[in-house]
């Protein structure tokens, strides 16, 4: 079936705080028209505009950060996980200042918020990023890999050296399902000692058991978690809004050990700069069975065991 790009149906907002700056932060999504991408607009600064594309991408410390010239706009990946997660093309975004907020530290407000908005299809066809041949990094113990699919999915494990956390591992098909039931809830999270620095250096003055879960030397500071394996479905979400920087969904399996937002950001960057080994298309245009066959034993590389999530 051909699919076609999708939008807003209707405009939403919403406010909370930053998460740096700990000042209240607003922002309003409205629908825009085929082939315009997600563009953030800066209202208090002219509504000077910052198209949501690698490009743009400045800083990956704490959060990811985009720049277009003097202007920022800091803590996108959430907000722009959901928009990917829901299977939004096209969508302009204002923002009063230098700050998505950050909500409850996961993605699900901007789920609700898209869903209260409504979704609707536009007469462009969606061009589908896919990979071609396999896109690999290593940076010590991080590595990640985008191997060839005719879907998107995420292999992600981390290992934390804290009882807390340690080894966690998930493998997702990212549909809109399965995104909004197993990984769009997952909060961000913070070592305790790491938030004490951070306030030091003026950082994270949002940060609260209200949008991030911390965890101290005992344990999860915060009542409850979503998850068991909260941390790593966070890892995953954060993967799925910095992809969305490529600027058109990706079919592959992009599978990922220890990674974080730099890691991220520099597979986008290899994979954008190795022509040749993606290709634009539509939904229709898929990679032969006999092609994919070639890669299928990378797909078992890098983590050991993993759980399924579904939705
Ligand atoms: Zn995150």
Avoid at 231 to 238: A, F, G, I, P, S
């Amino acid at each position: 079936m051909v699919e076609n790009q999708k939008t807003l149906a209707r405009a939403g907002e919403i406010e909370g705080v930053g998460l740096h700056s700990g000042r209240r932060a607003w922002l309003r999504l409205t629908p825009s028209g085929p082939d315009s991408g997600i563009v953030f607009a800066r209202r208090d600064c002219g509504g000077f505009e910052i198209p949501a594309i690698h490009r743009y991408l400045k800083g990956t410390s704490f959060a990811t950060t985009l720049a277009r010239g003097d202007m920022v706009v800091s803590t996108v990946e959430h907000l722009l996980s959901a928009l990917q997660g829901l299977g939004i093309d096209n969508a302009r975004i204002e923002v009063d200042g230098p700050e998505v907020p950050i909500m409850d530290g996961s993605a699900l407000p901007f789920v609700d918020l898209i869903r209260a908005a409504g979704v609707r299809s536009l007469g462009a066809r969606r061009r589908y990023l896919t990979v071609r041949r396999p896109i690999s990094l290593k940076d010590g113990e991080r590595e990640i890999l985008a191997v060839p699919a005719n879907d998107f999915q995420i292999t992600y494990a981390i290992d934390f050296p804290h009882p807390a956390i340690g080894y966690q591992a998930v493998t997702a098909s990212i549909s809109e399902g399965a995104y909004v039931a197993s990984i769009a809830p997952a909060r961000t999270f913070c070592m305790l000692r790491d938030v004490q620095a951070m306030r030091q250096a003026g950082l994270a003055l949002g940060g609260s058991l209200e949008n991030a879960l911390v965890i101290g030397e005992d344990g999860v500071m915060n009542a409850s978690l979503r998850y068991a394996d909260e941390c790593v479905r966070h890892k995953v979400l954060d993967l799925v809004g910095d992809l969305a920087l490529l600027g058109a969904p990706l079919r592959a399996h992009v599978i990922a050990t220890k990674g974080g937002h730099r890691l991220h950001a520099a597979l986008i960057g290899k994979l954008l700069a190795s022509q040749g080994s993606w290709s634009l298309g539509t939904s229709e245009e898929l990679l032969p069975a006999a092609h994919l066959a070639q890669f299928a034993h990378l797909s078992e590389k890098l983590v050991r065991s993993r759980v399924a999530l579904t939705a």
